[in-house]
């Protein structure tokens, strides 16, 4: 079975960092682009970051650029998200994704269940 599965969420106080981990079971992440989105109460899933198989291009959205850095580890299967100069406007449930073009099936998209970061004092 496919799945992607979060870890590293939790509560942080604004100002400090986070880094929240994406690991793949069931399939290789290497063909895949991969990259979060992130969804706040009563607001629409955002993207924030991805990163393509193909060239390595990485996409940071408005809300996190210069705060933000992913990266993948091919050894590991897993895909990493950090953010520093944490703001109350960050608190959201960070979903992973991997993406990836199959012939004559179009689009795949496998996503993971989410994890919390909540940014309070």
């Known amino acids: 079975q496919e799945q992607l599965v979060e870890s590293g969420g939790g509560l942080v106080q604004p100002g400090g960092s986070l880094r929240i981990s994406c690991a793949a079971s069931?399939?290789?992440?290497?063909?895949?682009?991969v990259g979060w989105f992130r969804q706040a109460p009563g607001k629409e899933r955002e993207g924030v970051s991805c990163?393509?198989?193909?060239?390595?291009?990485?996409y940071y959205g408005d809300t996190v650029k210069g705060r933000a850095t992913i990266s993948r580890d091919y050894a590991k299967n897993a895909v990493y998200f950090e953010l520093s100069n944490l703001k109350t406007e960050d608190t959201a449930v960070y979903y992973c994704f991997a993406k990836v073009w199959e012939t004559l099936r179009g689009w795949k998209t496998i996503w993971g269940q989410g994890t919390q970061v909540t940014v309070s004092s």
């Open positions: 990163v393509s198989n193909k060239d390595g291009t990485i």
């Open positions: 069931g399939f290789t992440l290497d063909a895949y682009t």
